[in-house]
C-alpha cells in the first residue's frame, strides 16, 4: 500500500536562506496518480547514511499550474531538511507517494477566504490561495503571514507578485517577530494579530472559511480567538506542521499483550504486540508494508478502520469525531487495549 515512484527532481530553487523548493518531473504515465487539491501533500523516501527517512512535504503549487512543487525549510538538528536544502539538486531522484491529505480547499462558489499561516505552514495555503483566487472572479483571500523577517520569509516573491496580479482580491498582512517593517505587525500570530484582522483591519467581513497552518500553539491560538469572535468550528481549517510533544502516560498504564489482524492490499497478517507499543511501531516491526509518513500524529497518511477491538490514541489533532465514531484510527498514535484488535488499512 505505501506505493512510491521514482521521480527526478526538475528543479530546485532557492526561496530563502534556509529553505528551497523542489519541484518533481511527472512522467505522463503517473500523471492521473500525481493529480492533487490545493492544500495536499506528499511523502519523500530517502535513504541516508543507511537509514531510511520519510518526511511529509505540503504541496505549494496549484493544481492549475501542472507542477508539483514542496517547500522544505531547513530546521535545526533537522536531518533530511538539511540534505534537501544543501546537497539536492536537479537530475537527482527521489522517491515519493501519491498526494494525500484533507486540508484541502474545492469548489467554485463566491467565496472569501482568510488563512493564518507561520513559517514553512505558508507552503499548502500557496496552493490554496492560487486555487481561491483562480476559480472564481469574485473570490477574496486574506492572508496573515507570520515569520522573522522578509528575508527568511518562504515564497515572498510569489506572494508580492500575486498582490500585483489580483490587486483588490488579495491581501497580505505580513508579522515579523525579529524586524521592524513597514505596513507590518511586530511579534508572533496570537490573539491580538487576529482580533485586529478581524475587527479592524477586515471589520464587518464575513469570511466563508479560515485555513490556519503552523505550529501547534499558533493554531490554538488563533482557533480560540475565531471561536470567541463567533466563528463556528466548521469554518475553521487546520493543518499542524509542528507538534507539542505529548507525553505517552497511557503506554506506562497498560499491561499485557494484544493479538493483531492486520488487512493490507487485500492480504491478512497477524503478530502479537505488547500492548506498551503503537499499533504501526508494531506491525512495521514485521516488515510489513503499512503507509506512514510523519510518526508523529501531525499527518493522516497511517490512518486505518478498526474493525475489532479498542484502542485509544495518545494524540488526535486530525480525525474528526464523525471519523473517530465510524472507527477510523491513527495507526501511530494507539495503543490496543483489548486482547485482540482488527485493523483494516483497505477500508479508508
Do not use: W
Not at 61 to 88: C, R, W
Not at 254 to 263: D, I, M, R, S
Not at 305 to 333: A, H, P, S, W, Y
Request: with cysteine; hydrophobic share 35%.
Amino acid at each position: 500500500m505505501s506505493q512510491f515512484h521514482a521521480l527526478k527532481i526538475a528543479a530546485v530553487d532557492k526561496l530563502t536562506p534556509n529553505s528551497v523548493a523542489l519541484t518533481f518531473d511527472i512522467p505522463e504515465n503517473l500523471k492521473d496518480k500525481f493529480s492533487f487539491k490545493a492544500g495536499q501533500y506528499i511523502t519523500l523516501k530517502h535513504q541516508l547514511n543507511g537509514k531510511e527517512l520519510r518526511r511529509a512535504y505540503s504541496i505549494s503549487s496549484p493544481p492549475s499550474s501542472g507542477k508539483l512543487t514542496v517547500g522544505i525549510k531547513k530546521m535545526e538538528d533537522g536531518t533530511f531538511s538539511v540534505y534537501a536544502n544543501e546537497s539536492l539538486k536537479a537530475g537527482d531522484t527521489i522517491d515519493v507517494m501519491a498526494p494525500e491529505g484533507r486540508f484541502v480547499f474545492e469548489g467554485t462558489a463566491p467565496k472569501k477566504i482568510a488563512a493564518f499561516a507561520a513559517g514553512s505552514g505558508i507552503t499548502p495555503i500557496m496552493s490554496i490561495a492560487q486555487t481561491v483566487l483562480e476559480s472564481n472572479p469574485e473570490n477574496t483571500f486574506v492572508l496573515v503571514f507570520g515569520n522573522q523577517s522578509p528575508e527568511e520569509t518562504m515564497y515572498f516573491k510569489t506572494i508580492q507578485s500575486l498582490k500585483e496580479r489580483y490587486g483588490e482580491r488579495f491581501f497580505v498582512q505580513y508579522v515579523y517577530s525579529r524586524s521592524n517593517e513597514e505596513g507590518a505587525l511586530f511579534g508572533r500570530i496570537e490573539r491580538s494579530t487576529v482580533n485586529f484582522v478581524l475587527k479592524n483591519k477586515f471589520k464587518g467581513v464575513e469570511f466563508d472559511a479560515f485555513y490556519l497552518c503552523g505550529p501547534e500553539e499558533m493554531i490554538e491560538q488563533v482557533t480560540d480567538t475565531l471561536k470567541d469572535n463567533g466563528v463556528s468550528k466548521e469554518k475553521i481549517h487546520f493543518e499542524l506542521f509542528t507538534s507539542d510533544d505529548t507525553e505517552d502516560e497511557l503506554a506506562e498504564a497498560l499491561e499485557g499483550k494484544t493479538e493483531v489482524e492486520v488487512l493490507l492490499d487485500d492480504e491478512t497478517f497477524t503478530l502479537i504486540m505488547d500492548k506498551k507499543e503503537l499499533v504501526l511501531d508494531a506491525v512495521l516491526k514485521q516488515d510489513i508494508d503499512a503507509p506512514y509518513s510523519c510518526q508523529g500524529g501531525v499527518c493522516s497518511t497511517c490512518i486505518a478502520r478498526l474493525v475489532e477491538g479498542k484502542v485509544e490514541m495518545v494524540k488526535n489533532q486530525i480525525l474528526t469525531d464523525g471519523e473517530i465514531e465510524e472507527g477510523f484510527i491513527l495507526t501511530c498514535q494507539s495503543h490496543p487495549i483489548t486482547a485482540k484488535i482488527k485493523i483494516d488499512y483497505d477500508d479508508v
